[in-house]
Structure formats: structure tokens, C-alpha cells
């Protein structure tokens, strides 16, 4: 396969992509505190449709799934109104979109949960770090374990969120377990201390991760959904690695492989951090699972050509890059250096840093 193998079509799951560059997941904070995205989105995600697949921003699949403020979601008929022009937009451009569906678990604050309650997780550890409230950043309120009985109804608010997924318009779904979120949360034996059928071993820390993507599979069919993980990660929540990373994400990559998921995108290292992908083997992850394989973290230009030539991924995930570089597709094409957004419009705000940029 020639070095340009990042710029030629190939077809994920049941999705073709024209090219092997897919926009990563960006938290962006546009949406109104209801989880309603404004117009903004749809010009937003319709700049970037040149990217062979677009994985929307990480979206709320209920209000206790809501761990930071001005975040989208899809759980009310309103949410569905406003994301379908965003995917009528990358459609109208030629490009692909999968949504993220998401449930933060114990990285929240009671501020922006129903009636000021508490998140929830698998077990009542508090998490470290900050998540982002209409007072600023703030640290996470203390979690209340989930009972055995409230996990079937998290599970049918994973299946719903899929279908008003169908219903706005998109290619198919992600599934977030990765960043320290609440599907991460019951993975690993460092934040999951349940004794009961979904605690204690491999096989029943992965059994609620493999519910909901059976549950979105019913909804979507397999080839569908993909599904997102980040074996080294401990940058959201402060939260410390599974004792046994490889064992674990090994276990639940086979599953997944053997549903017949799209892909498998990977978080390769430690997420805003020095990389360290060295610590996992992430091509045994690959061969376990099978099927197609996301690539993501600090990938460039000449890493990112490697990766898809030798075929180390069959994709390539690019985040910070796409907020400054809405055609980074022609520009790593052609070699044209990349514009660098400022970071204070990472988060908030209006179109300046958004849709607009003032290149000074």
C-alpha cells in the first residue's frame, strides 16, 4: 500500500469514508444549557465534512449523563430538531457523521444534575480533577453508587439516545467507554468495586459495556457503531489504570469483535499527556478485535501517512487540528502549514474560534 493510503476511500463497518482521516470527538460547549446545539453546529460540522468520517462531540444521552454545561445532548425531541440540520449540513457536503453517545457517570456536579442530585457511578469514589459548570471549573461532587436495578434504566436510555440519533440524521454511533466516563468507570477494578454481577471480574466489569452496545446495535446494526477506548488515559478524573489494562481491554476488544462492531477507535497512551503508547501493545487490541481500527493521539502529518501505509489503523483521528483547520484534509494533503487556535476558544462562546477565526 503507497504512503498516500490516508487519502483514499475504504469503507468502516458499513460506512464509506472517502479518506482515512477522521475528525475526533471535540467538546466544544456551544449548546444551550438544555443540550440544544443553535445553528452555529450545523456550519461548524459542514466546514469539516471533508474528513472521511466525522465522530460528533462526545452527546449526553440523558440529563444524569451530563457532566459539564453547555454540552449537547439527545434525549428530548428538540435535541433531534437541532442536530438534523448539523447532519443534513456534512451530507450536503459529501461527508459522513457518527454521533457519541455519552454518560459521564461520577465526573459531574450536583449543579447540573435534576434537583441538585448526586451523579452516579459504579461505586461511591469521588473523582479528582475538574468538570465545567456555569460557575467555572469546579471539582466533581461526590458519587452515589448506581443499584443493580437503575442499570436497566440506563441501558434503555443508551438504546433511546440511539434512536433520536437515527432520527437526527446520522451514519451511525460511538459508543464512549474511554476518558474516565461512566462505561470506563465500570471497567476498571480501580473505580468499580461492586460485588455483584457487574463487579469483580473481567467478564462482569466488560457486562455493562457489551449491554449498551448490544442495546445501540439492536437499534443501529452492528457494522453501525464503533465504539471508543483509552486503556492508558488517567487525565480525566485523576482516575488510576485498570491492575491488568492488557488482560482487560483484550477481553472486551475480542467481544466486540465477535458483535461485528464497525471499528474500535483507540486512545493510544495517555490522553493530554506524553503519549506512552509503548505501554500497550495496541496491534494485540487490533487482532483482538478484528475488524477496523481508529488510530488517535498526537498523530501528525508523517505518523499519521505510516500508520495508514503499513497498516498499523485503517483510520487516523485528529482533534486540536480540525478546530483552527477546518479543510486539514487538503492541508496535510498538500503539506500547508496548519493554523494553531487559540485555546481560550476552546470551550464557550459564540463563532469566534468556532466557525470564525481572526488570523493574526
Do not use: C
Not at 462526545?58 to 453547555?70: D, E, F, L, M, W
Not at 461485528?260 to 495496541?282: I, K
Amino acid at each position: 500500500m503507497s504512503t498516500e493510503a490516508l487519502f483514499s476511500p475504504t469503507r468502516i463497518g458499513a460506512i464509506d469514508v472517502r479518506n482515512r482521516i477522521a475528525m475526533a470527538p471535540l467538546t466544544r460547549s456551544r449548546a444551550g444549557m438544555d443540550g440544544v446545539q443553535t445553528p452555529l453546529a450545523a456550519d461548524y460540522y459542514g466546514q469539516r465534512a471533508s474528513a472521511g468520517l466525522i465522530i460528533a462531540e462526545a452527546t449526553n444521552i440523558s440529563r444524569q449523563g451530563r457532566g459539564y454545561a453547555y454540552t449537547p445532548g439527545l434525549y428530548t425531541d428538540a435535541h433531534v430538531d437541532a442536530w438534523a440540520p448539523v447532519t443534513a449540513a456534512v451530507h450536503a457536503a459529501g461527508g459522513r457523521i457518527v454521533v457519541q453517545l455519552w454518560h459521564v457517570g461520577r465526573m459531574s456536579h450536583t449543579s447540573l444534575q435534576e434537583g441538585g442530585a448526586a451523579p452516579v457511578a459504579p461505586s461511591a469514589i469521588q473523582a479528582g480533577g475538574n468538570v465545567f459548570t456555569e460557575a467555572g471549573n469546579v471539582p466533581p461532587s461526590m458519587p452515589r453508587a448506581l443499584t443493580t436495578e437503575e442499570i436497566a434504566g440506563i441501558l434503555e436510555d443508551y438504546r433511546q439516545a440511539a434512536r433520536r440519533a437515527k432520527d437526527a440524521g446520522f451514519d451511525g454511533v460511538e459508543v464512549h467507554a474511554a476518558n474516565g466516563y461512566l462505561l470506563e468507570q465500570f471497567l476498571r477494578d480501580s473505580t468499580n468495586f461492586r460485588d455483584d454481577q457487574y463487579g469483580g471480574s473481567i467478564e462482569n466489569r466488560a457486562r455493562f459495556p457489551l449491554e449498551v452496545v448490544e442495546a445501540v446495535a439492536g437499534v443501529w446494526g452492528a457494522d453501525r457503531v464503533g465504539l471508543r477506548l483509552s486503556p492508558l488515559s488517567t487525565a480525566i478524573g485523576d482516575t488510576p489504570l485498570d491492575s491488568t489494562p492488557m488482560e482487560t481491554h483484550g477481553y472486551l476488544a475480542r467481544r466486540l469483535g465477535e458483535m461485528g462492531l464497525a471499528y474500535l477507535h483507540v486512545v493510544e497512551g495517555q490522553l493530554h499527556a506524553g503519549n506512552g503508547a509503548e505501554l500497550l501493545d495496541v496491534q494485540a487490541l487490533r487482532e483482538a478485535f478484528g475488524g477496523a481500527y481508529i488510530a488517535n493521539n498526537g498523530y501528525d502529518r508523517a505518523r499519521a501517512l505510516s500508520a495508514t501505509a503499513s497498516g498499523h489503523a485503517d483510520m487516523i483521528a485528529f482533534g486540536k487540528p480540525f478546530i483552527g483547520n477546518p479543510d486539514l484534509v487538503e492541508r496535510l494533503r498538500l503539506e500547508t502549514p496548519l493554523f494553531e487556535a487559540p485555546a481560550a476558544t476552546f470551550f464557550g462562546g459564540g463563532a469566534e474560534g468556532y466557525t470564525e477565526f481572526a488570523r493574526i
